[in-house]
């Protein structure tokens, strides 16, 4: 009887041990160092901040979307908040503007760059809402929706502030 209960109690504790909360960051987060380049400004240490990212990329049926970016630098690296506004410009209706809040997520590698930095944006419903580059400059370049850069002259970027 107390093999029985022994048995019992490490299959509960294995069982435990294999529940994973989930995590904000992937599994590839582990290449990150305490010595990161200047230009991954939203993985530095230290006390928690806002940086802003502004630009305007095109619109199909407006005359552009401007968007203001704010990420969140959180040391402890379990939750980073962002906020977005994206204003159309001069729509039928005039300028529309739209509000996301949620997490964001940082993982590594894009098809042909391995090393490249990219922040997916989630909305509280567990949707991607957006996903961008950081480049060598600290700007942010906006992907499409397979996660791929965006093959245009035009300018997809978002300037750090």
């Keep these: 009887m107390k093999l029985c209960t022994s048995l019992f109690a490490i299959c509960i504790g294995l069982l435990c041990l294999a529940c994973d909360p989930s995590a904000s960051e992937s599994e590839n987060s582990g290449t990150e160092s305490n010595s990161l380049e200047d230009n991954n400004v939203i993985l530095e240490t230290g006390a928690s901040k806002w940086y802003t990212y502004e630009g305007t990329v095109p619109c199909a049926d407006c005359e552009g979307i401007k968007m203001e970016l704010r990420l969140e630098n959180k040391p402890n690296k379990k939750e980073r908040a962002y906020e977005l506004l994206e204003t159309y410009l001069k729509t039928d209706e005039g300028n529309r503007s739209f509000e996301y809040q949620g ?13 490249a930095m990219v922040i997916t944006l989630w909305d509280q419903n567990n949707s991607i809402v957006k996903s961008f580059v950081q480049e060598q400059s600290g700007n942010l370049t906006m992907l499409n929706q397979q996660n791929k850069r965006i093959k245009s002259p035009l300018n997809y970027s978002l300037e750090k502030k």
Excluded: R
């Design 103 to 115: 997490i964001y997520e940082v993982t590594y590698g894009l098809e042909e760059e391995p090393d």
